[in-house]
């Protein structure tokens, strides 16, 4: 199509031409041929004005006009002026060209005569009808096109329009007042009917209906008809009976009939008729400046709309049409200021250019026609290659859901290794397989995407607000990765409540027993370090990995963060990053581990610290308390001496009774009662050292798991921020929310690098030859990116038992069940 287009173009620049301008001098008894010469060539004339002596000495009146124009009609024929004027704009018409041929000159000079001449002798007959002998007679000499031909003849009398043919049946909405319509299509007059002629003789009634109607109406409507315009306008539509050829051209003829050019001061007319005199002045004038407009170049605007007569030409004066202008004038010395006046116009004319092309239209019924044949033809085509090849049962229709399911099926088949290649049957077939490729990644990018929902809780990453806020509660770091376990199931690293914060030092309960629903809960969230909200800060430790709607997150979030009023962390806003400047080579790791610790493990770091504190705390009491039951026990040692002594003494005194009860002394009782005193003390000691040395076992254990997640976090933190490349970073990481510091790093390069270089070298070798394959190779690549991920994540979360979810909660179930 769009090489048809240019080509159009091509025509159009190939073919600039001027605007012809003949002159055709009215015969008369009484030429002045003084005044008027014409050139032997035929194509110019010059006017000869004697000076008037009237004027005295000084006369710089202006006495000589030359004008060249492309022909001089001086007691021409109607048969001559046809073939001079019209018969070629006429012929071209038929090709698909536009064409118009204007009559212009004062009242009297022939423009009718000329344009439309005598209805009663044929002879005398003019352009109009002439016009359409030739469409007819050319027509039956293309017997390879079909052609139809439509006619219209409009006036223009005082800025109205007329329709010359109204009073004929119509079949379009001859009710619709009229006007002028610009279209993509061009230039229409709305409500002006539009009449098919299928013959010649058609045609000729349907010009004297309009010669008649404009007679007619120049008496009942007190009309001049010599101030009219009339458009006769014969419109060409050209198909080829091949129904093959799907291009068909259309063109219009515009016949102009210009009402008179002469000024009105020379008419001395009155009223009505100064009315009418000053209508055709300014339309004329108005389609003076036209042309002037199109005769310069540099201008762009053209002043179409100005009147009625301009507008209903706008596509047919220039732009791209032949365009012919008879100038009619008197030979007579009376009328030569008008003969001037028209002889001035008739050469600004010859100024114009325009740029005739075939209108060539697409007939769409056809095209779909031609198509549809084609395709059968091809089909036919293919079915033969087919079974000159041996290919039985190829089919070229639309894939039905069996067919396309069975694709879908060979590419998993194909992704998981069991179909080693996908024959190629045809294009549907490729273009479909490229399809379920598309669908089969897009299904496992939603499966990754649900199996990550399932273990964490996903915060969206541009969700600043619930970053910061996750963050501040220690639960993630910067790079918004969970800190913690990796499952989401916790293991009793416990989350320090904002109150405990340094800076903020919250109450730390004596008891391990006083900790609110600390322990005794099954769901291992405990948390050792607890302050008045320790049980809010619980809860919220809870929902957040647990709960997979971010408005809870964000809930709790908000309301620890009111009630804690805790100041930002440093790694507040998550566009700071503090891998931007990465040094050249790494830290040594002990310091990079003091930055690690004050930095992105300072939340981690600060819990560890707390949890020995608190351990240290309870191993402190513990030794008091081992201490007080020693001094306990030695005063009860001592005490159990001083009584033997007492019994002793009283069994050598001899022993008092009375009815049957044993007499003591005084100081032997209150010995007793010190003793009993004294084991009920060290029973309540020695139950409280107990009860510490769960505690102290408990705390021990988180202090080491602190101690564990620190390091590993701090392994993370310094793989992602010095080892691993940054661009493998970037592409590895827009896959999901995996750690790419958790796997060792020769895993992590030689998985991107054998993948790339492997798909490299497929594209390489397959690419010249099949350059629609990228897509299908990239996709491929992707794809198995992203298993070899799946795989090397779940062997290092073996491995690294101490993380195994599981393990872990089976141990801090245990831990539940101290005393
Ligand atoms: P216009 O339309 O310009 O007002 P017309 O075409 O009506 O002038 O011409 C006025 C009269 O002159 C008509 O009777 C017409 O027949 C006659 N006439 C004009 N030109 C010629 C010509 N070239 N040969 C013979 N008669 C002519
Ligand atoms: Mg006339």
């Not at 389609?287 to 002043?303: C, N, S, T, Y």
């Not at 395709?375 to 079974?387: C, F, G, N, V």
């Amino acid at each position: 199509m769009k090489r048809r287009k240019d080509k159009r173009r091509i025509i159009k620049m190939g073919t600039r031409k001027k605007v012809h301008a003949y002159v055709r001098v009215k015969p008369t008894d009484e030429f002045a041929y003084e005044m008027i010469t014409f050139g032997e060539d035929n194509k110019s004339i010059d006017i000869h004005i004697k000076k008037d002596g009237r004027r005295g000495t000084v006369n710089n009146q202006q006495t000589d006009w030359s004008f060249k124009l492309d022909g001089v009609l001086h007691d021409a024929s109607q048969d001559c002026v046809y073939d001079t004027v019209a018969k070629e704009v006429v012929a071209q018409a038929l090709d698909g060209y536009n064409g118009t041929i204007m009559c212009y000159g004062q009242t009297g000079a022939g423009k009718t005569y000329t344009m439309t001449g005598t209805t009663e002798n044929y002879k005398h007959r003019g352009i109009l009808p002439r016009a359409l002998q030739q469409v007819f007679r050319m027509i039956e000499e293309r017997p390879t096109h079909s052609i139809t031909v439509r006619v219209s003849y409009l006036e223009i009398y005082n800025e109205t329009l007329f329709d010359l043919l109204s009073t004929l049946p119509y079949v379009g909405n001859s009710d619709t007042p009229m006007s002028i319509v610009e279209s993509p299509q061009g230039i229409f007059v709305k409500g002006l009917s539009v009449h098919m002629t299928g013959r010649e003789e058609d045609a000729f009634s349907l010009l004297f209906e309009g010669e008649t109607n404009r007679i007619i109406a120049s008496h009942t409507m007190n009309k001049n008809s010599s101030r009219s315009h009339c458009i006769f306008t014969i419109y060409i539509e050209a198909h080829s009976r091949s129904l093959s050829d799907e291009k068909y051209v259309t063109s219009k003829i515009n016949l102009v009939d210009l009402a008179g050019s002469e000024r009105v001061g020379k008419t001395g007319s009155e009223g009505q008729i100064l009315k009418e005199a000053t209508y055709i002045n300014k339309s004329l004038s108005f389609l003076e400046q036209a042309i002037i407009a199109l005769g310069d170049r540099k201008r762009e605007h053209v002043p179409f709309r100005q009147c009625k007569l301009t507008h209903a030409l706008k596509d047919s004066l220039g732009g791209n049409c032949n365009m012919v202008i008879v100038a009619n004038v008197y030979g007579e010395a009376t009328q030569l200021d008008e003969t001037l006046s028209s002889l001035r116009f008739a050469s600004r004319m010859k100024l114009i250019t325009t740029e005739p092309s075939i209108n060539e239209k697409y007939d769409a019924e056809r095209m779909v026609k031609n198509l549809e044949k084609e395709l059968i033809l091809l089909k036919q085509e293919l079915a033969i290659h087919d079974s000159l090849a041996n290919r039985a049962m190829v089919t070229y229709d639309p894939m039905d859901e069996v067919q396309i399911a069975e694709i879908n099926s060979q590419v998993r088949r194909y992704l998981d290794g069991s179909l080693e290649e996908i024959d190629i049957i045809n294009l549907r077939q490729i273009q479909e397989v490229f399809n379920q490729f598309k669908v089969i990644l897009s299904l496992q990018e939603q499966e990754v995407e649900a199996n990550l929902r399932r273990k964490y809780t996903l915060i969206n990453k541009n969700d600043y607000a619930t970053i910061t806020a996750v963050q501040k509660a220690g639960l993630v770091d910067v790079e918004g990765n969970t800190v913690g376990e990796t499952d989401g199931q916790g293991f009793g690293l416990g989350i320090a409540p904002f109150s405990a914060k340094p800076g903020k030092k919250g109450k730390i309960k004596k008891s391990y027993k006083d900790i609110p629903g600390a322990l005794g809960k099954k769901d291992g969230l405990l948390s050792p370090v607890s302050g008045k909200d320790g049980e809010s800060i619980s809860t919220s430790r809870t929902q957040l990995l647990s709960s997979s709607k971010e408005a809870d997150v964000k809930d709790v979030l908000s309301r620890d963060r009111e009630a804690s009023g805790s100041e930002p962390l440093a790694s507040d806003s998550p566009k700071e990053d503090s891998r931007i400047t990465r040094p050249a080579t790494p830290p040594p790791k002990p310091s990079a581990f003091e930055e690690f610790k004050n930095e992105r493990g300072s939340e981690i770091n600060r819990i560890f610290k707390q949890n020995k504190t608190i351990l240290n705390d309870r191993r402190k009491k513990a030794s008091e308390t081992a201490q007080r039951i020693n001094s306990i026990k030695k005063e009860i040692d001592t005490t159990k001496e001083a009584l033997d002594v007492q019994k002793n003494f009283r069994e050598e005194q001899g022993e008092y009774e009375n009815k049957g009860l044993m007499i003591i002394d005084e100081e032997e009782f209150l010995l007793i009662l010190k003793l009993k005193e004294l084991k009920k003390q060290y029973r309540g000691e020695y139950q409280d050292l107990h009860d510490l040395k769960a505690e102290i076992q408990y705390c021990q254990h988180l202090v080491d798991q602190c101690r564990q997640r620190l390091l590993t976090e701090f392994d993370i933190w310094y793989n992602e921020s010095f080892l691993i490349p940054e661009e493998m970073q970037a592409s590895l990481k827009a896959k999901g929310s995996i750690r790419l510091g958790l796997f060792p790093l020769t895993k992590l390069t030689s998985l991107a690098e054998d993948d790339e270089e492997k798909f490299g070298q497929i594209q390489a070798s397959v690419l010249p030859d099949c350059p629609d394959s990228v897509s299908f190779y990239n996709a491929r690549m992707k794809f198995d990116q992203k298993q070899n991920y799946s795989k090397t994540m779940a062997s290092f979360q073996n491995k690294t038992s101490g993380l195994n979810p599981t393990v872990l909660k089976e141990k801090s179930q245990s831990d539940n069940n101290l005393p």
